[in-house]
Structures are given as C-alpha cells and as structure tokens.
C-alpha cells in the first residue's frame, strides 16, 4: 500500500476565509488567532477519533460496508492493515492539521487467538504510533480500552456476572493505560460501553454497582502506581447499547464517583450527543459538571433531533456549541482535555475526501462558536444579569441564611413580624435569549473589524 491515502489534498488545509468557495479550506478556523489572549487551537484541542474516521468500515445493521478504506479490506495481514490504517490517519491529521487524536486499544491493534498474542500486537502497534507521533509532531489525547466488542462482554465488563470477565477487562485496562502513559497521553478515557442492563428480570444491581465502583478504584490505585500523569476520563451515556447504562448522565456519574470515594480520582468526558440521548440539552451537562468541578474533556457531535439513537454526526450548531464553550471559557478552559470529534460520516459519504468536509465543518463550526462565545465572556452578556438576580444574597438576610445563623424559628418570626415580605421579579428568559443571538449574529462582522484594525 503506498503512503499517499489523501492525495486529493496536496498538504495542510488552508484558511480560506468566509467568502473563499474551496471547500477544502476553513472558513473561520486559524490555529494562531488569538481569542481572548489564547491560540484558539489551544482553547479547542482538537482531536480525530480513529474508530469511526479509520476503523469502521460504514456498516449499519442493515448493510455492509461503503466506505472507501483500503486498509480495511478483507485478507490483509493483520498487522500490515494495522499499520497501514495508521498511516492514513496521521497523514489525515496532518493535512487536517489539528494536534491530537484518540484510540481505543482495538481500533490500532487486533485481538489475537490467545491474550498472549493480544499483548503483544497491541505492543507492536503502539510502538508504531509512537514512531508516528515522533515523526508528525501529532499527540495523544487519549486513550481507551474496547470493553464492549467482543462477546465475552456481552453482559458488561466490571458489571459482569462473572468475575472472570472482570479480571480479563481489568488486564485489558492495565495495558492500555500504559500504553497511554507510553504515548504520554493527556487522559485516559471509561465509557462504560455495557455496563448497564438489558432486563432487571436477571440483574443484581446493588452488586453490579459494588462491582463498577471496585473496578474504577483499581484504575485509579494503577494510575497512580505507574506515574500516570494524566485524567482519568468516566463519559456518560444513557443507553445504547444497553436499554439501561449506569454512567447515566453527568449527575448520576458525579453521585456514583462521591458515594464510592472516587470523586477525586476521575473527571468527565461529556459527548453532546449522549447528553441529548438523556434527555438534557449539551449545554446542561457541561454546566453541571462545570457547577461541581468534574469537566474534564469533551466528545464533539450532534444527534438528529428526529431520531432517538446516537447518531453521533458532525456538529453543525454554532448555537448550541457557543453556550457550551461559554461555559468552558467562564470556568477557565479546558485544562488536558479537548474537543474529541466521535462523529463519523453517514454511510452514503463513501469518499476518503468525506473525511475532510465533516471534520473540517465541525471545527469551524467550535471555530465560530469560540469566536461567539469569547464575545459574550468579554462584554459581560450574561454575568451581569445573573450577578443582579442573585444580589439580595449578599445582603444581611442572605449570608445569615447560608452561614447557618437562622433558624426557622426565627424566619418564622421575621415573617410573621412583615420584616420579610418578598416581591417577585422577571427572570427575563426572552431578553437572555435575545442578548445571546444578537452576539451570534454580531460575532464575526465585529471579528472581521477587529482584524481590519490590527487587533
Ligand atoms: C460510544 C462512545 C465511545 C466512547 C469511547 O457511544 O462515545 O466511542 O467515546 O469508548
Ligand atoms: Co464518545
């Protein structure tokens, strides 16, 4: 196989501007751009997923294959196909020309007849990405171990009924988080891919949660042993492929982590398509897990507002993305963690070129959403209203209510007495829309300026 995969791109996508009609350039993408005093590629930390973009071959269950993936065909050496998918995804990278990328131990290297055989191609295709990285300057932003493929994890991994499935998951991690600390990855990621239940009728839950907590406690005492530096990642979702997973949403993980001890071992990778999948919006998962100091990192996609899966497509709504970063920003960015895109092409985007147009979409669109959303950090859009709507907390009444100065008893008297007599306000839910839209609306002319007068 030759080397050259993506010759349609003859080398790095350019920017090309709002007004440019190359397709293969950004629109509002520039790594260097400073926003808000920071390299927006260091805001976004973008990363490409290599299950979706490399491994999959387009399948649904429906029909087989479409995509055009010559690394994938059927009758390859294992391990030459191994190598060769990575070549094309870092020549990809590269040409994309974003920092990081994610893997999931079998997306690199395949499962072999014994566990001995299983290590060893595993060894063999990290040290090749090794080399790679070397040579393409591309990082890891992390790793994860595939605890949900194979059918000895049809019924979980942790949260299996028997604990030989438990040790043989427990060995699978132990290898990949050092390989990710080989790879000097910034996280190492847990989506619990069956941890979860399709029928209570054969469930013991109270021991399946006893049993998931003790395996995040032996991650966690493993990270430490080895020096890991990096974030332990847990991601939420809230079914699919079980009927019930118990990583349910940020506020069931962010529970679960504190009642088992763990809250200070493990952070959250939230994807906005799992986030939608349990019934809150994006936004809502990333402020939640901003409120409680548990963001960590974040899996870029959008669901199909028609359809109740994971359809994990690229995310095109600089709306909903401009709160999200938002958010982020308010809290001080995104620390080892970035925007990962687990979003792969419909099956009718056979190309291998497919592969620049939605990944290309999607950062601009977190592009154009950074640009908003460092507009409305700026002018102060929101915090100031918020500030006033919360004011009389910072009165005498307030801070003797928190600091646990007053009892009923003496609200009761104070109210009797009419001392208290409090008067509803609007919560001017339109005019906080309305604010939000006229600084998307406002954000790239006023950028365009900004740039037109040196800034
Ligand atoms: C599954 C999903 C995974 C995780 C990594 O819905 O999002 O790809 O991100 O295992
Ligand atoms: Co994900």
Known sequence: MTQDFFSEVAGRIPFGGLESSEPLTYKVYEPDRLVLGKRMEDHLRIAVCLWHSFASPGLDMFGSGTFDRPWLEEGLDPLVAGRAKLDAAFEFIVKLGVPYYCFHDRDIAPEGRTAAETRANLAAMVEYAGEQMARTGVRLLWGTAN???????????????????????????????????????????LWGGREGYDTLLNTDLAREQTQLARFLGLVAEHKHRIGFKGTLLIEPKPHEPTKHQ?????????????????????????????????????????????????????????????????????????????????????????????????????????????????????????????????AMVQRGTLDRLREERYAGWAGELGTSILSGGVSLEELERRVAAGEIDPRPVSGRQELLENLVNQQIWAAERRAQADKTAGG
């Open 246 to 374: 118990y990583d349910h949403d940020a506020a069931v993980v962010h529970g679960f982590l504190v009642r088992h001890g763990l809250a200070d071992e493990f952070r959250l990778n939230i994807e906005a398509n799992h986030a939608t999948l349990s019934g809150h919006s994006f936004h809502h998962e990333i402020a939640y897990a901003i409120a409680n100091g548990i963001l960590g990192s974040i899996d870029a996609n959008r669901g199909d507002y028609q359809n109740g899966w994971d359809t994990d497509q690229f995310p095109n709504s600089v709306d909903e993305l401009a709160l999200a970063i938002y958010e982020i920003l308010r809290s001080g960015g995104l620390t080892t963690g970035g925007f990962n895109f687990d979003a792969k092409l419909r099956r009718q985007s056979m190309a291998r070129t497919d592969l620049f147009h939605g990944h290309i979409g999607g950062i601009d669109t977190l592009a154009q959403a950074l640009l908003v959303a460092a």
């Open 147 to 189: 605890l949900f493929g194979h059918p000895r994890y049809a019924a979980g991994a942790a949260t299996n009924p028997d604990p030989e499935v438990f040790a043989f998951a427990a060995a699978q991690v132990k290898l990949v988080l050092e390989a990710t600390k080989r790879l000097d990855g910034a996280n190492y990621v």
